[in-house]
């Protein structure tokens, strides 16, 4: 055997012939920077072609692309990318064509973050005048005539100010208990989704309508869900039947309106009498696609503001038309986070409250006619603004001979952790990550040292939870992934029981109240509706 034969098979030998011990070939430093080089390339590529479209060259590494927005008068780049980074990658930028230069060549108006939202940029010479009319501007929004501060939050003065106590790991594993043995109590708690009537016609208005664009981020699943609630609403009395669609106008508030689409799927079954409540601002709106024929009397409000602070009552008194006052209301929403469902609870009860006229008409208490709400997010739900502690303090919180709030609290802020384990993905399920592939065989040196972590990570557990996250990372620890699955989701149904609850108590005598599933968990794991009927 020669020398190189015997350098290649020596345990050197594999480094020196360039290749790793697993017979792959390493990376050298001269390919890595061709590599480097073939990447540079590429993006100046991108941005000299998007400069010659005149569209936005900012490059966005992970679609392998340029931006393809419209570029500005006066930048290379759109109004969105625009920032002094980018002003001053463009100075050193040029073309063939010169069209950089033509664009440097105009007058430099210079952008800034926006003093009221960092989100976006302004142009330094018109920040006074974009502070009076930015969306983000809270004294904007309190200008509006049906701004009423904290007039949907729930004001349990009883509830104190939310300050928590840490729970003990025993008290947790009791709360787990209860919740687990309230969910095997009930049969509607696993039932199948609920089937509703769904008109063929009003599925193809609304696929119609989330093609019609290619920029608006819908798809198949979400008009699913919005037709699925608006048919349940029907199926309640919220929405006229088949063949009544032009006697009344059926008014209904979309709380945490967003775009609107399920108010537009509520204009599909019939509704002519429509507001919708949201505090920011969007593109795209579901406006567009609604009383379009110039046989339509349809009434439409947008009102601008925190589900916590607008005045539903007044807005439907002042800004709709004589003629629907005399009709009840139906409040709905889809996928309301956390507190927000608790706020549009609570506008629900403050028109079941109001007064309705002697001439009001449809079943219903004072001016509300039902309830349909698509709860979500249930992690972001407060102890003291959630309508149904009642239910959790008779149900699900551990006994004690001395309840407090800040104990009440502690436990709220673990339950409500609890439940986001139905969504996280880490069981591989609803549309999570997938389990990780099966870990490869280790020398027996490895598998000592990570034992002797694993032992040293035993060894640092606290016996006494300090924090909350202390006191979950330990529970976490006890169960395994689908387990927690199972935990989470039924976390998620004791809030919405406790919340139906709440609703059958408070919305006035015949009030019927139903958590059902509208549609399949494959369509969305959020998928419990909250149903009031009368």
């Given at each position: 055997m020669d020398a190189a034969a015997g350098d290649a098979l020596s345990p050197g030998g594999a480094a020196r012939c360039g290749k790793s011990r697993g017979g792959h070939r390493r990376r050298s430093p001269d390919d890595a920077r061709r590599v480097e080089e073939d990447a540079r390339r590429r993006r100046e590529a991108c941005i000299r072609a998007a400069v010659d479209a005149n569209t936005c060259a900012f490059y966005l590494p992970h679609k392998n692309r340029c931006c393809r927005l419209a570029a500005t008068s006066d930048s290379q780049y759109c109004g969105a990318h625009q920032s002094p980074e980018n002003d001053k990658h463009e100075q050193g930028t040029s073309n063939s064509h010169g069209q950089v230069a033509e664009r440097q060549s105009k007058q430099k108006r210079r952008r800034v973050p926006c003093p009221l939202d960092p989100s976006h940029t302004i142009y330094e010479d018109e920040v006074q005048k974009h502070v009076l009319v930015c969306p983000s501007n809270k004294h904007r929004q309190e200008a509006q005539p049906w701004y009423r501060q904290g007039i949907n939050r729930l004001g349990d003065a009883s509830k104190g100010s939310g300050e928590h106590q840490v729970p003990t790991l025993d008290d947790v594993r009791v709360m787990l208990r209860n919740v687990e043995a309230c969910f095997a109590a009930d049969t509607s708690a696993s039932a199948a989704p609920t089937e509703v009537d769904v008109p063929p016609e009003a599925g193809r208005i609304l696929s119609t309508t989330s093609t019609s664009s290619q920029n608006e981020p819908t798809d198949a699943r979400m008009d699913a869900q919005r037709l699925a609630i608006a048919s349940h609403m029907r199926q309640a009395g919220m929405l006229p039947p088949p063949g009544e669609m032009a006697e009344r106008c059926y008014p209904c508030v979309e709380v945490g309106a967003g775009r609107g689409y399920l108010a537009h799927a509520c204009y599909v079954l019939g509704s002519r009498?429509?507001?919708?409540?949201?505090?920011?601002?969007?593109?795209?709106?579901?406006?567009?696609?609604?009383?379009?024929?110039?046989?339509?009397?349809?009434?439409?409000?947008?009102?601008?503001?925190?589900?916590?602070?607008?005045?539903?009552?007044?807005?439907?008194?002042?800004?709709?038309?004589?003629?629907?006052?005399?009709?009840?209301?139906?409040?709905?929403?889809?996928?309301?986070?956390?507190?927000?469902?608790?706020?549009?609870?609570?506008?629900?009860?403050?028109?079941?409250?109001?007064?309705?006229?002697?001439?009001?008409?449809?079943?219903?208490?004072?001016?509300?006619s039902g309830v349909a709400i698509a709860t979500c997010?249930?992690?972001?739900?407060?102890?003291?603004?959630?309508?149904?502690?009642?239910?959790?303090r008779e149900k699900i919180f551990p006994p004690t001979h001395m309840n407090s709030v800040a104990r009440e609290c502690g436990l709220f802020e673990c339950l409500k952790r609890i439940s986001s384990w139905a969504v996280d993905g880490s069981s591989g399920q609803h549309g999570g990550a997938p389990q990780p592939p099966t870990p490869p065989i280790l020398p027996a040196k490895r598998v000592a040292e990570e034992e002797a972590e694993a032992e040293a990570e035993c060894n640092l557990r606290v016996t006494t939870p300090s924090t909350i996250t202390d006191v979950l990372r330990e529970i976490s620890r006890e169960l395994a992934p689908a387990r927690r699955l199972e935990l989470g989701t039924m976390i998620k149904w004791v809030l919405d029981e406790a919340r139906r609850r709440w609703c059958e108590a408070t919305l006035g005598n015949g009030a019927h109240a139903n958590v059902v599933k509208y549609v399949s968990s494959e369509v969305s794991p959020e998928n419990r509706l909250l149903l009031v009927k009368y």
């Amino acid at each position: 055997m020669d020398a190189a034969a015997g350098d290649a098979l020596s345990p050197g030998g594999a480094a020196r012939c360039g290749k790793s011990r697993g017979g792959h070939r390493r990376r050298s430093p001269d390919d890595a920077r061709r590599v480097e080089e073939d990447a540079r390339r590429r993006r100046e590529a991108c941005i000299r072609a998007a400069v010659d479209a005149n569209t936005c060259a900012f490059y966005l590494p992970h679609k392998n692309r340029c931006c393809r927005l419209a570029a500005t008068s006066d930048s290379q780049y759109c109004g969105a990318h625009q920032s002094p980074e980018n002003d001053k990658h463009e100075q050193g930028t040029s073309n063939s064509h010169g069209q950089v230069a033509e664009r440097q060549s105009k007058q430099k108006r210079r952008r800034v973050p926006c003093p009221l939202d960092p989100s976006h940029t302004i142009y330094e010479d018109e920040v006074q005048k974009h502070v009076l009319v930015c969306p983000s501007n809270k004294h904007r929004q309190e200008a509006q005539p049906w701004y009423r501060q904290g007039i949907n939050r729930l004001g349990d003065a009883s509830k104190g100010s939310g300050e928590h106590q840490v729970p003990t790991l025993d008290d947790v594993r009791v709360m787990l208990r209860n919740v687990e043995a309230c969910f095997a109590a009930d049969t509607s708690a696993s039932a199948a989704p609920t089937e509703v009537d769904v008109p063929p016609e009003a599925g193809r208005i609304l696929s119609t309508t989330s093609t019609s664009s290619q920029n608006e981020p819908t798809d198949a699943r979400m008009d699913a869900q919005r037709l699925a609630i608006a048919s349940h609403m029907r199926q309640a009395g919220m929405l006229p039947p088949p063949g009544e669609m032009a006697e009344r106008c059926y008014p209904c508030v979309e709380v945490g309106a967003g775009r609107g689409y399920l108010a537009h799927a509520c204009y599909v079954l019939g509704s002519r009498a429509l507001v919708l409540v949201e505090r920011r601002a969007y593109r795209f709106k579901a406006e567009r696609f609604m009383g379009k024929q110039e046989t339509e009397n349809i009434s439409l409000v947008r009102a601008r503001g925190d589900a916590a602070d607008v005045d539903i009552g007044f807005v439907l008194k002042t800004q709709l038309p004589p003629s629907t006052q005399g009709e009840r209301v139906a409040v709905c929403g889809k996928h309301l986070c956390g507190v927000a469902t608790d706020h549009a609870l609570v506008a629900a009860s403050r028109l079941a409250e109001t007064e309705a006229p002697k001439s009001a008409v449809g079943v219903g208490v004072g001016r509300l006619s039902g309830v349909a709400i698509a709860t979500c997010c249930h992690h972001a739900c407060s102890y003291d603004e959630f309508v149904g502690v009642g239910y959790l303090r008779e149900k699900i919180f551990p006994p004690t001979h001395m309840n407090s709030v800040a104990r009440e609290c502690g436990l709220f802020e673990c339950l409500k952790r609890i439940s986001s384990w139905a969504v996280d993905g880490s069981s591989g399920q609803h549309g999570g990550a997938p389990q990780p592939p099966t870990p490869p065989i280790l020398p027996a040196k490895r598998v000592a040292e990570e034992e002797a972590e694993a032992e040293a990570e035993c060894n640092l557990r606290v016996t006494t939870p300090s924090t909350i996250t202390d006191v979950l990372r330990e529970i976490s620890r006890e169960l395994a992934p689908a387990r927690r699955l199972e935990l989470g989701t039924m976390i998620k149904w004791v809030l919405d029981e406790a919340r139906r609850r709440w609703c059958e108590a408070t919305l006035g005598n015949g009030a019927h109240a139903n958590v059902v599933k509208y549609v399949s968990s494959e369509v969305s794991p959020e998928n419990r509706l909250l149903l009031v009927k009368y």
